[in-house]
């Protein structure tokens, strides 16, 4: 050992070969790595390369539960609104246009409950998660009441069009 310190040399030599391993890591900030602020910009230009967060960024802080929750009975109850509204639908949905509008509601109702119930399952909000799926359940039947005899599974048919 060179030095009178036990380890002395080791350590210096430990100490410069991290200082090299930091100023080759691909995003470190540049006072650590030793080349100007400008030259991370003009990497992460690059194309196929991600953005490097900005030195001294602050990271977007989680929401906090209250606004998950919310967020998820939000997203629930609109898909009830939605699967509940079509019961009362107050145009003729038999034929033609009216029964494109009405298909189409329950087409929104039914992608509207499937979206509630898979952030109300992500977010483990059993009671959430039972009204997204019993809406989902109305928004198939709505559908369903219009869709099956128009394709042949009912022993009455019905046509999509209007008769003219």
């Known amino acids: 050992m060179a030095s009178g310190?036990?380890?002395?040399?080791?350590?210096?030599?430990?100490?410069?070969i991290v200082d090299r391993l930091l100023r080759e890591l691909r995003f470190a900030d540049p006072d650590l790595a030793g080349r100007p602020a400008g030259s991370e910009n003009q990497?992460?230009?690059?194309?196929?390369?991600?953005a490097a967060r900005r030195p001294g960024a602050a990271a977007k802080p989680p929401p906090s539960p209250g606004a998950l929750l919310a967020g998820t009975w939000?997203?629930?109850?609109?898909?009830?609104?939605?699967?509940?509204?079509?019961?009362?639908?107050p145009y003729a949905r038999d034929c033609g246009l009216g029964l494109f509008f009405?298909?189409?509601?329950?087409?929104?109702?039914?992608?509207?409950?499937?979206?509630?119930?898979?952030?109300?399952w992500r977010r483990r909000v059993a009671p959430a998660?039972?009204?997204?799926?019993?809406?989902l359940l109305g928004a198939i039947v709505l559908g369903a009441e219009r869709v099956l005899p128009r394709v042949g599974y009912a022993k009455a048919p019905a046509g999509w069009s209007c008769g003219r």
């Not at 040399?9 to 410069?16: F, G, I, L, M």
């Open 102 to 120: 009405y298909l189409s509601g329950a087409t929104l109702a039914l992608a509207t409950a499937a979206w509630g119930s898979v952030i109300s």
């Open 74 to 89: 939000g997203r629930v109850a609109l898909a009830a609104v939605l699967a509940a509204g079509l019961t009362q639908w």
């Open 129 to 135: 998660h039972v009204v997204a799926l019993l809406a």
């Open 5 to 16: 310190k036990p380890g002395g040399s080791n350590r210096e030599n430990d100490a410069k």
């Open 43 to 50: 990497r992460a230009a690059q194309p196929g390369q991600p």
